[in-house]
């Protein structure tokens, strides 16, 4: 991908984020953070089985098909462990992380990861053709000039080789709606400094006139899982738990949530 990368340097003090829900679990049902504790790093969907995105990570599926692109075929045969985990980078200096779309928590990386990242714009399921790396990046003008949607002005990031938590991650940023409960207490085990953002959090007021958003039937199902009238990520994390619920239904109800309650910060 450097070849086909243009511009200068990015700034050092930019960091790559990874939004993910802190609070579901993975395919065979173990708290997502347990198993990230257990096995030390940040894993991809080809790995864990989840995505706060499409569920395309297998041979022949979007996923792999977009990789063998963007890379010209270099994870083909490349075990799971393998592969580049996905990002934003977080050039809007959001508190809640690039691309917070895919997730009310985020990972921020050191600036060490710049290094061993590639970036693409836009997201790569559009089939992009501008790319950058640390040392040539013109990616940012492009951004900043697009009319895109908050959830999807994000600069897409991949980083190869693994995410160590020990080594590789400045903080993990948790919503506040997280304090004192297992996904801080798990959190906490991973070897990494916690934080905490402004919060997403929607009353079911705020809520109700945007169907024209996602649709409808999600704004109906966010206000059936509001308590004492707000919606907030971890009311969110327990319907999907629970197994009662369409997770793509969910997923559009995150969408909600996180463009029209998000910290004003």
């Known amino acids: ?10 700034d050092a003090a930019l960091r790559v984020t990874l939004n993910f829900h802190p609070d579901r679990l993975t395919g065979d049902g173990t708290p997502i953070l347990d198993a990230m504790a257990e096995q030390g790093l940040y894993s991809s969907q080809f790995v864990t089985g989840t ?21 010209g075929g270099a994870y083909d045969d490349a075990p799971g462990a393998e592969r580049p ?27 060490g990861a710049l290094a061993r990242t590639t970036f693409c ?11 950058g790396v640390a040392a040539a990046c013109d990616l940012i003008p492009l951004a900043l000039a697009d009319d895109m949607d908050a959830l ?44 905490f953002h402004g919060g997403f959090r929607i009353s079911v007021g705020e809520l109700a006139p945007h169907g024209d958003f996602r649709g409808q039937e999600f704004v109906d199902l966010g206000l059936s899982l509001a308590a ?32 029209f309650g998000a910290p004003s910060a």
């Open 1 to 10: 991908m450097a070849g086909l990368a243009r511009g200068g340097p990015l």
């Open 51 to 71: 995505s706060n995105g499409g569920l395309t990570a297998y041979e022949g599926g979007d996923r792999w098909r977009w990789e063998s692109r963007i890379f």
């Open 85 to 111: 985990v996905y990002g934003g980078l977080n050039f809007r200096r959001r508190t809640t992380g690039a691309a917070p779309r895919f997730g009310s928590a985020h990972l921020r990386l050191t600036a």
């Open 121 to 131: 714009y836009p997201d790569s399921f559009l089939e992009p053709a501008d790319f």
């Open 152 to 195: 999807d002005d994000y600069i897409e990031t991949q980083v190869h080789g693994p995410v160590r938590f020990t080594a590789d991650v400045e903080a993990l940023v948790l919503d506040p709606c997280f304090r004192g409960t297992e996904v801080e207490a798990s959190a906490r085990s991973l070897g990494c400094p916690v934080e």
């Open 228 to 259: 004492d009238g707000f919606l907030d990520p971890a009311l969110l994390g327990a319907a999907s738990r629970s197994g009662a619920y369409d997770q793509q239904a969910l997923k559009r109800v995150w969408h909600l949530l996180a463009r």
